[in-house]
Nanobody, 116 residues
Framework: QVKLVESGGGLVQPGGSLRLSCEASGFTFRNYAMRWYRQAPGKERELVAT????????NYADSVKGRFTISRDNAKNTVYLQMNSLKAEDTAVYFC?????????WGQGTQVTVSF
């Protein structure tokens, strides 16, 4: 079955960096675009970044442009989110997703907290 497992979250000070990973299994990873979303308490889930199947194209929310970088390693079935210059407003649970023909699948999420 499809499985997405995020890791790499944690507590970081403002201005710091984190790299999130999402390891996928149960489908042909290299054939599908991948996405990172986030959800802060009391807010709707927000699309943060998208990468096409072979990594040729990426898109970002305006709020993270220039600070976050999405990438993928199709040999490792893994998508990454490098987050730099983190701000308090980046605090959220971060989810990766795979939109397959019959459904969109989500991982369990990883908490990112930006605070002193």
């Amino acid at each position: 079955q499809v499985k997405l497992v995020e890791s790499g979250g944690g507590l970081v000070q403002p201005g710091g960096s984190l790299r999130l990973s999402c390891e996928a299994s149960g489908f042909t990873f290299r054939n599908y675009a991948m996405r990172w979303y986030r959800q802060a308490p009391g807010k709707e889930r927000e699309l943060v970044a998208t990468i096409t199947a072979f990594g040729g194209s990426t898109n970002y929310a305006d709020s993270v442009k220039g600070r976050f970088t999405i990438s993928r390693d199709n040999a490792k079935n893994t998508v990454y989110l490098q987050m730099n210059s983190l701000k308090a407003e980046d605090t959220a649970v971060y989810f990766c997703s795979a939109r397959l023909p019959l459904a969109e699948y989500w991982g369990q999420g990883t908490q990112v907290t930006v605070s002193f």
